[in-house]
């Protein structure tokens, strides 16, 4: 058996956040969940959908493992990523590096993992590798998850190989903080203002706030949208609530970011953008207990209220935003 020593292996509430605090604790480097998230400006919106989904998808955050590139350039931190065809070469890759004493961030779809709870597929997923042993690996993940967990080397090799979208190449990664790393609190306002910026200037109708517009009117003809509206609504608001958009996880992370922002910096832009995304936490969360009244019930009426709630949801992002992207002109 080969584990690295020394890991805080507790799991936090988003994948890619939870993988990265595990490999900057173990180089000296602790920030709390909401600043990884923030300081890596992983807060956006996508409303996905296409012809080979079941149903349509609600995404809250960048794409996986653009976090993790935007974290490692704005704090100047050695970012080393490996990506082959090879499943050979791929383990050897991260075996090696548990030998070292080192953790390895893996990035794999979940659903064939031993331990996961939804047999979702979902290729963006992240973990942190800390140790192996003949038969298993032993990962941290998600506290939901179960935080540090196991799971059959024939699983991972599964979970890493497969493809589909948001998939990698067995991806990867590691992290090594610099001796003179300067002050990651440094780096607050440029975080903030390349987030905002790219929230209010999508390159397409999908993306920031006029995405959460166009689901606004989407999000009504979901019943007409599905074959099985009792399953897939309830699910697509799970996912937003505990795995994506909603109040539980991604717009409460970007609000605990900003209020830890207010206690560093004395700026009433930031104070309103803080304000304005605790409405938001809860405005997410109303609305994926409307979706899901609306798939048990098969009643309409509660997608037409979802709808307009994700068009104040626009708007209110869109203010916060707004505010947020002046932070560096006063």
């Known amino acids: 058996m080969s584990t690295v020593v020394d890991i805080d292996a507790h799991g936090t509430q988003h994948c890619e956040t939870s993988a990265l ?18 300081l890596g400006a992983g807060l956006s ?35 080393l990523v490996q990506e082959t065809t090879s499943p050979r070469k791929a383990w050897d890759s991260v075996a090696a590096s548990i030998d070292a004493g080192r953790p390895v961030g ?8 031993d331990y996961f709870g939804s047999k979702i597929h979902f290729g963006g997923h ?15 993940d998600t ?5 540090a967990v196991s799971t059959s080397l024939t699983s991972l090799a599964e979970a890493r190989a497969a493809r ?51 689901a606004g009117k989407l999000v009504r003809t979901w019943l007409r949208r ?23 996880l991604f717009r409460n992370l970007y609000r605990d970011f900003l209020a830890e922002c207010t206690d560093l910096l004395d700026n009433g832009r930031l104070r309103t953008g803080h304000a304005l995304y605790t409405e938001a936490a809860t405005l997410w969360t109303e609305a994926a ?31 916060a935003m707004q505010a947020l992207s002046r932070l560096g002109s006063e």
């Open 21 to 38: 605090g595990v490999l900057l604790r173990h180089r000296g480097l602790d920030l709390s969940e909401p600043m990884l998230f923030g």
């Open 226 to 248: 599905t074959e099985n509206p009792e399953r897939d609504l309830p699910q697509a608001a799970l996912l937003m609530e505990e795995a994506g958009t909603g109040g539980a």
């Open 143 to 147: 506290s939901r998850q179960g935080g």
């Open 289 to 319: 207990g409307l979706i899901k009244k609306a798939g048990e019930s098969g009643d309409a009426q509660y997608l037409e209220q979802a709808g307009s709630v994700l068009t104040d949801l626009a708007r209110v992002e869109h203010e």
């Open 106 to 113: 893996l990035q794999l779809d979940s659903h064939y993992l």
């Open 45 to 79: 919106f996508v409303y996905w959908d296409g012809k080979n989904m079941g149903f349509p998808f609600l995404g809250g955050r960048v794409k996986p493992f653009d976090l993790t590139r935007n974290l490692a350039g704005r704090l100047g931190l050695e970012l």
């Open 164 to 214: 589909g979208p948001m998939t990698a190449k067995h991806r990867s990664f590691t992290l090594a903080v610099p001796e003179n790393l300067p002050a990651p609190h440094g780096r607050i306002v440029p975080a903030i203002t390349a987030c905002a910026h790219a929230f209010l200037d999508p390159p397409i109708a999908n993306l920031g706030h006029r995405g959460i517009e166009k």
């Open 126 to 140: 992240l973990v942190a590798l800390y140790g192996y042993d003949d038969h298993n690996a032993y990962l941290v």
